[in-house]
């Protein structure tokens, strides 16, 4: 099943670590507008991106990553 990026669970992941957004930013050597960008879902991280944010706040990638709702129904369908 497909599984794409997920800025609410960036969101989520990031409070939780207790980590602020520029924080954030500065560890991932990116801005803090970049970071809000990804949060709100505007914009996807390169997966190098993506690896470092997961690094950084102490997570899998996984975590970040949120299943494909179109691909569920497809293999639903499929079945």
């Known amino acids: 099943m497909a599984r794409h990026f997920s800025g609410q669970l960036l969101r989520e992941s990031r409070k939780a670590a207790g980590v602020s957004i520029e924080q954030l930013a500065i560890s991932i050597g990116r801005s803090a507008y970049s970071v809000q960008e990804y949060q709100r879902g505007r914009v996807t991280p390169p997966i ?30 499929a079945a």
């Open 48 to 77: 190098d991106v993506l690896a470092a944010m997961a690094e950084a706040l102490g997570r899998p990638i996984e975590d970040l990553l949120i299943e494909d709702a179109s691909s569920v129904i497809a293999a639903g369908t």
